[in-house]
């Protein structure tokens, strides 16, 4: 049985909503999560943007609010993440 609806499976962003002093730290947080369960496949910006609009009428300042439209732009900016860069290691290396 499905708590929220098909961008919100989990209902993470709705609950969030809904907690009184809610702060930006545990609004990323719950974004994270809520993120992480997105399904492969699915365009992340496209699902992020059709679940803010259903709140930001009712709460633009609301700090889920302002998560989601940092989430938008972050997406919007891909950059490389961690791992190592250069050649690959071979037998003449210095070990």
């Keep these: 049985m499905m708590k929220g609806d098909e961008n919100d499976p989990k209902a993470l962003i709705r609950e969030a909503y809904n907690i009184d002093g809610i702060t930006s730290g545990e ?3 719950i974004f994270l999560d809520w993120a992480l ?3 492969v496949g699915l365009d992340t910006q ?3 943007d059709t679940v ?3 709140y930001i009428s009712n ?3 609301h700090p889920m609010t302002q998560t989601l439209q940092e989430g938008l732009k972050t ?3 891909p950059r490389r993440r961690g791992g190592w860069r250069g050649r ?3 037998d003449n290396d210095i070990h």
Aim: hydrophobic content about 35%.
């Design 27 to 29: 609004c990323r947080s």
């Design 37 to 39: 369960g997105v399904p």
């Design 46 to 48: 496209i699902v992020i």
């Design 52 to 54: 803010l609009q259903q």
């Design 59 to 61: 709460a633009p300042d």
């Design 75 to 77: 997406l919007d900016t």
């Design 88 to 90: 690959p290691r071979g």
